[in-house]
């Protein structure tokens, strides 16, 4: 109910006609008409990233000093009403998230800083980030990246695609998060996340996990071995959990409602359990590989924007219910009503969204 609701203040927003600014161009070299028509070919774009589902990203270099231009698509290659309306969402939070560095810009020095924004101009420019993708994850990424959520979370900002392209790390090792179109508002201290008590299964480390981390595990850019990504594994969880260990603290100190706590501790304990027993750190892992590849799966379906990678992780949630079919069961690990379905009607229904997968590739390559 909160997500259609949501959905349609946005769908609403849109067709008001109103405009939402952010931040200023006063005293930079560079004129709104400009950025608003810049192409690939402009003598000052330095690099073009065409890539992105909703945007066209741009390096610039004007004068001495670098800059990020994202300029919305006329069409999002997202087809569905969160998709459409991701350029104006992000907006709203780069919004949102200037007010909160202005009153505590350590809590968010992880956010990148915004400079101008204009919904209706299709633009938003912010500081160039000289930097790359992870490639290497370890106990410090991991984290600065929990840190941030968990800021975010506490001042009831819901993030829910932490995907491989939109975290980058600077060159002095700090990484940034710069994509908000499908961060939400929520209220931190009655709600799991931005659909309210409807759907426990998603939270902050899980969109993490689900939209990074068993992504990376599957793509795997430096060929660990499976022992090597165990160990990783091992290390985020340890990290997620002393996460998560003050973000319920302060949850109590601001007397969240019960259910918020309860489901809380629920996963601080599990993951507790998790990791001073071996063997159960293994089922977990078994567990979230399920949930968070199957997730992954359902989300690049929900907005018709497939992958080669939605095809393997198809393929890894097929092999996962052959080969593990009963372990999953007993471990409670599925969900959306698949716990009442057979081994042989998972295999098929999988088999299907397989098939869905491949008529919903996007003709332009994208992670």
């Known amino acids: 109910m909160m997500e259609q609701q949501r959905q349609q203040a946005q769908l609403d927003f849109v067709s008001s006609g109103q405009n939402i600014t952010v931040g200023t161009l006063e005293g930079l070299p560079m004129a709104l008409e400009q950025l608003k028509t810049t192409t690939p070919q402009s003598d000052y774009v330095v690099e073009t990233f065409s890539s992105g589902l909703t945007a066209v990203v741009y390096h610039l270099r ?12 006329e069409e999002s290659l997202v087809k569905n009403i969160d998709g459409q309306t991701s350029f104006l969402n992000e907006v709203q939070r780069r919004r949102d998230i200037t007010q909160l560095k202005q009153s505590d810009p350590d809590s968010f020095k992880h956010i990148v800083d915004t400079q101008f924004a204009s919904y209706q101009d299709g633009i938003i420019l912010s500081p160039w980030i000289e930097g790359e993708r992870l490639h290497t994850l370890s106990g410090d990424i991991f984290q600065q990246i929990f840190s941030a959520i968990v800021s975010l979370e506490l001042n009831g900002l819901f993030e829910w695609d932490f995907c ?19 961060m939400y508002q929520f209220d931190p ?9 409807a759907t426990p299964l998603f939270h902050g480390i899980e969109r993490f996990e689900t939209r990074f981390l068993f992504d990376y595990f599957l793509k795997n850019p430096s060929n660990l071995s499976a022992e090597a990504l165990f160990d990783l594994y091992r290390v985020e969880k340890q990290c997620a959990l002393t996460a998560y260990q003050y973000k319920l603290k302060q949850l109590l100190a601001l007397e969240a409602d019960q259910p918020v706590i309860d489901h809380l501790e629920g996963l601080t304990l599990r993951w507790q359990r998790a990791l001073d027993n071996n063997e159960a750190l ?12 199957l997730l992954d799966l359902l989300d690049d379906l929900h907005g018709k924007s497939c992958s ?30 698949d716990e009442t379905l057979e081994k ?23 992670s």
């Not at 004007?62 to 698509?73: A, F, N, P, S, V």
């Not at 491989?164 to 499908?182: E, T, V, W």
């Not at 009963?326 to 409670?332: G, I, N």
């Open 308 to 337: 080669v990678y939605t095809l393997k992780k198809a393929d890894w949630v097929l092999e996962l219910v052959e080969l593990h079919f009963d372990q999953l069961r007993a471990s409670d690990a599925f969900f959306f009503g």
């Open 62 to 73: 004007i004068g001495d000093t670098e800059w990020t231009l994202k300029q919305k698509r």
């Open 282 to 293: 293994n089922e977990l892992y078994l567990v979230e590989s399920y949930r968070s590849s």
């Open 344 to 366: 042989h009607e998972l295999v098929a229904k999988f088999t299907r969204l397989r098939k869905d997968a491949e008529k919903y590739q996007l003709e332009e390559a994208v």
């Open 164 to 182: 491989p392209g939109n975290i980058l790390l600077d060159s002095k090792g700090r990484i940034k998060l710069f994509d908000f179109g499908y």
């Open 189 to 197: 201290l009655q709600h799991f996340n931005s659909n309210g008590r």
